[in-house]
């Protein structure tokens, strides 16, 4: 069987990559799989445990580091955040195309190790913009949201390791953009 390629979804905290992702994953000729990361922050109302990530406490967390269990991981604003790497290997080798969503530390990270991964960043159209999704939201407190808007500030700014860069002005025009991207790049 081919092997799956990995894709990395990246960009600032609130840019909309969770809601473009699921438009994504209705496209079934993508054969994406989703990698579920694992974290130390605390869910948020509605998200679910090995659906939206798999919750832990930090000392689970360290012994995964520990066991070098992870692709990557990176701190981000007070949690910690990881791709097991168990999983992605096995849908790889399923031949699935593999998304991790995840911020631009752990992005690095996996383009050193897997240069050939296919990587991708989402903008917002503007940063007046962002901070309107990201309150609009309502997931975060009012001095976390400040400090998410700082580090895009700093995150945008490495746009360009990027192969692709997409500008998420409306879910469908971005969604069909990035479909674009990864059928050129399978086929
Ligand atoms: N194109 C868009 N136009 C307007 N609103 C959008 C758009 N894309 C996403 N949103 C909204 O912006 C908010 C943030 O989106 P989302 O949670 O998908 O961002 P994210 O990048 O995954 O954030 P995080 O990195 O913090 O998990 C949501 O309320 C979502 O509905
Ligand atoms: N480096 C990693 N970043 C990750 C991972 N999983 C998610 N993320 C990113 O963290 C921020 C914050 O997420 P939130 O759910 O608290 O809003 C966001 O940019 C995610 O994409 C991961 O495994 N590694």
Redo the contacts with the bound molecule.
């Keep these: 069987m081919k092997r799956g390629i990995l894709i990395i979804l990246?960009?600032?905290?609130g840019v909309g990559?969770g809601t473009v992702r699921e438009q994504l994953f209705k496209m079934n000729d993508l054969n994406l799989a989703y990698?579920i990361?694992?974290?130390t922050?605390k869910p948020r109302p509605g998200e679910k445990n090995g659906v939206d990530?798999f919750f832990v406490d930090q000392a689970t967390f360290d012994q995964k580091i520990a066991e070098d269990g992870f692709l990557?991981?990176?701190q981000?604003?007070s949690?910690s955040?990881?791709?097991p790497k168990d999983k992605v290997e096995e849908m790889l080798n399923e031949g699935k195309n593999v998304v991790?969503?995840?911020?631009v530390?752990?992005?690095l990270q996996v383009m050193h190790k897997v240069p050939e991964a296919l990587t991708i960043f989402l903008v917002p159209p503007s940063m007046e913009e962002l901070e309107r999704r990201i309150r609009g939201r309502r997931?975060e407190d009012e001095s976390v949201m400040r400090e998410r808007l700082a580090k895009a500030e700093r995150e945008i700014k490495t746009k360009d390791s990027y192969k692709h860069v997409v500008v998420n002005n409306t879910v469908e025009q971005a969604a069909k953009e990035i479909a674009q991207i990864i059928r050129d790049h399978i086929n």
């Design positions: 990246s960009g600032p905290s990559k990698s990361s694992m974290t922050r990530y990557e991981y990176a981000f604003v949690n955040y990881g791709t991790l969503e995840i911020e530390q752990g992005a997931t």
